[in-house]
T-cell receptor
């Protein structure tokens, strides 16, 4: 079982819909990252958070440390939001190499016009 | 544009070839990373460099040889690769590693095909 699980694996939505992507993890963390990967490969960091909620434009990320769960929400979705969304966690291992993110497999989102 | 560039963007090589991937970051970061992304699998960390020193080698076969001449440049030298090494290779950089957490900035990747 992967230490970082995302759901759903694939998601198709109509333009304008509200979208939620979930991430659950099993290790103690110092931070959680949401990344976006467009076709062609390049990855962009969307959020890095360790508590609460962050908002950037139409994107909202929340995290519940006690429940080891995070969600990424997209409001008023648009075809240009079509991409793979990847959740990654930074383990809080004292004395360990904390450069090592653990990645989920990603959620492929397709927004239809 | 993330401030991290990679060349080449696409590479086809035979199993007996030797080639190198190049990564450059223009962000003044101190840490650089190589990742491998295969189809249907999560990103896999290969190497981490912090202040030009390798701090992590994630059990990567010796046919992959990293080089970090300075904090802005990172190379991945490839030789006698196998077809299963075909993947997207991503470079990333961050301000640091260690206690706390640093946002990583990714390059566009090199799509490698081994024939």
């Amino acid at each position: 079982k992967n230490e970082v699980e995302q759901s759903p694996q694939n998601l198709t939505a109509q333009e304008g819909e509200f979208i939620t992507i979930n991430c659950s993890y099993s290790v103690g963390i110092s931070a959680l990252h949401w990344l976006q990967q467009h076709p062609g490969g390049g990855i962009v960091s969307l959020f890095m958070l360790s508590s609460g909620k962050k908002k950037h434009g139409r994107l909202i990320a929340t995290i519940n440390i006690q429940e080891k769960h995070s969600s990424l929400h997209i409001t008023a979705s648009h075809p240009r939001d079509s991409a793979v969304y990847i959740c990654a966690v930074q383990p809080s291992i004292y004395g360990g190499s904390q450069g090592n993110l653990i990645f989920g497999k990603g959620t492929k989102l397709s927004v239809k016009p | 544009e993330t401030g991290v560039t990679q060349t080449p963007r696409h590479l086809v090589m035979g199993m007996t070839n030797k080639k190198s991937l190049k990564c450059e970051q223009h962000l003044g970061h101190n840490a650089m990373y190589w990742y491998k992304q295969s189809a249907k699998k999560p990103l896999e960390l290969m190497f981490v460099y912090n202040f030009k020193e390798q701090t992590e080698n994630n059990s990567v076969p010796s046919r992959f040889s990293p080089e970090c001449p300075n904090s802005s440049h990172l190379f991945l030298h490839l030789h006698t690769l196998q077809p299963e090494d075909s993947a997207l290779y991503l470079c990333a950089s961050s301000q640091g590693v260690g206690i706390g957490s640093y946002e990583q900035y990714f390059g566009p990747g090199t799509r490698l095909t081994v024939t």
